[in-house]
């Protein structure tokens, strides 16, 4: 320790030299006070753009931006109200500190399997400056800070001996070289995994990335990247239509599509494809399946393409009242549709964005019931889902359709108020069916979440490059999907099941090579 002066500041004695000092001490105190007026007013400002913003996230889908503009206006306010906290704190000592208090108090503590680097900053002196004796140990402050190292590269070099016998000629012994994923080639599967990762989970086209290598002079084209990308999406196809099967074997399943903007080469412009999803996720009703998305990129979206996705599935099907579902059911026995509350909600919520539409403002009421329900039932078993849902949606789901028939018959067969009763009567059967099965959840929004990224990667990379350029889209995103619903590393998955892919691994044990299976050794 090291003692501590009085450095109070001294005051002059004479009496106009000290009112001339608290005259500038009151003008630095004026001046303090209108610049923390001023930043007070302006984070007032951005505060109130904040929860504009916020409002339009949540709002009605005429008001909503698009999600990644959101974001960047969140990031930028945000990042605005720290900096002028910051230059607050920089002039006021007290609400520094008490800016580091808050800091401290909501910052929780930094993952257990970080490597720990520890600094040790001990006083110079080991004896007491008072007496001269020594000093001991009687406790010690702890700070954690999280610290990166950038991303670095490196440069693998196998070297492999090559051993001969003096007395014997012809006797050279040497170890085979390694297998590559991409012979010829200088990546790593680690190098591959990571232009993967960054292609289709952090949506970072692939010039970009040449770029970012560029910037620690690593040289590497574009095109390099392309090669790389699609022998690494080739080897992984197995894992993929492996997933698929086990999904298809799922007693309930969720299905949406989306469009897909690719490059028709023939015509130098893009076409429209389209991207097809199948979803599980049985945590809600604490079901022990691991959660997993596949998709499937196809040209059309037409029967013909759920049917090459769905074909052979027996169970449940989760999903909007788009008629290729209603064509497949009706053509594969054994496909019980469920369909979608929240897609009966849109019809209304359009509507109730006129002033004057009190049956769609009723009706959106009367589904927030439902959904209330559903809040208080979410993660216990099916058995009491179905018994709360028999007990409290039940009665309220028989009113409302009951409702919705006495106000369709008042109302104009053209009105588009009439439409959207019509879309929820014409799908009662199956908008229904979760109330007998407590394995079913009232809308889509599960498959609808995983099929989100589609519309920023789409945004970041324009297009596919054409059907074989989505059909790759597809299943790399399958398994970044899956590791993200399962909390696992995408780039710690990709590089391990390409090094195992690519050294052999057994067709017989391909189900140890599903991501849900990388879950349990990221927590431990």
Not at 81 to 93: D, F, I, M, Q, Y
Not at 486 to 509: A, H, I, M
Request: aromatic share 6%; with cysteine.
């Amino acid at each position: 320790m090291r003692a501590t002066d009085d450095d109070t500041p001294s005051l002059p004695e004479d009496a106009a030299a000290l009112r001339v000092v608290l005259l500038e001490t009151l003008a630095a105190v004026d001046t303090l006070t209108a610049e923390r007026d001023a930043l007070a007013s302006r984070n007032e400002r951005l505060q109130h753009l904040l929860l504009k913003l916020k409002r339009r996230q949540f709002g009605t889908k005429s008001e909503k931006l698009p999600e990644e503009q959101l974001l960047f206006a969140f990031e930028e306010i945000e990042a605005t109200l720290a900096e002028n906290a910051a230059e607050a704190g920089k002039a006021s000592p007290t609400l520094r500190d008490n800016q580091a208090k808050r800091r401290r108090a909501g910052r929780g503590r930094l993952p257990a399997h970080l490597p720990r680097i520890e600094v040790v900053l001990a006083p110079e002196a080991i004896s007491c400056p008072c007496c001269q004796g020594p000093l001991v140990e009687i406790g010690v402050d702890a700070a954690e800070r999280l610290d990166v190292i950038p991303a670095q590269f490196r440069v693998v070099v196998t070297k492999r001996p090559k051993l001969a016998c003096r007395a014997c000629p012809g006797v050279v012994l040497q170890e085979p070289a390694p297998a590559r994923l991409v012979e010829g080639g200088v990546p790593t599967e680690a190098t591959v995994a990571h232009v993967l990762v960054s292609r289709y989970a952090d949506h970072l086209p692939l010039y970009r990335q040449s770029q970012i290598l560029a910037r620690q002079g690593i040289e590497l084209g574009r095109e390099v990247l392309a090669d790389w990308a699609g022998t690494g999406a080739m080897e992984v196809l197995p894992v993929v239509r492996r997933m698929r099967e086990i999904l298809l074997g799922s007693a309930r399943l969720f299905a949406d599509e989306t469009t897909m903007p690719v490059l028709d080469p023939g015509r130098g412009r893009t076409k429209k494809g389209y991207a097809w999803a199948i979803a599980r996720d049985d945590r809600p009703c604490g079901g022990a399946d691991p959660p997993a998305v596949v998709f499937h990129y196809a040209p059309g979206r037409g029967a013909e393409h759920a049917k090459a996705l769905l074909g052979g599935y027996r169970g449940i099907l989760q999903c909007d009242g788009y008629a290729a579902y209603k064509a497949l059911a009706a053509a594969e026995d054994g496909i019980a549709l469920a369909f979608c509350w929240s897609h009966v909600r849109r019809e209304f919520i359009e509507l109730a964005r006129g002033k004057n539409a009190p049956i769609a403002q009723e009706a959106l009421k009367r589904i927030a019931g439902l959904y209330e329900v559903e809040a208080k039932l979410r993660g216990l078993s099916p058995a009491l889902r179905r018994a709360g849902r028999q007990a409290q949606s039940g009665p309220l789901v028989e009113a409302l359709f009951t409702w919705l028939s006495e106000e369709l018959a008042r109302l104009p067969g053209g009105s588009p108020t009439a439409g959207a009763i019509r879309y929820a009567i014409n799908h009662r059967e199956g908008l229904v069916r979760f109330l007998d099965d407590g394995r079913i959840e009232l809308d889509n929004n599960t498959v609808e979440r995983a099929i989100r990224p589609i519309c920023l990667s789409r945004k970041n990379a324009l297009f596919a490059s054409g059907d074989d350029g989505g059909a790759r889209w597809a299943a790399v995103a399958s398994l970044v999907e899956t590791c993200k619903l399962n909390g696992v590393d995408p780039q710690r998955y990709f590089t391990e099941v390409l090094t195992r892919l690519v050294n052999g691994w057994p067709k017989s044990r391909i189900d140890e090579l599903m991501p849900w299976c990388w879950a349990t050794a990221e927590h431990t």
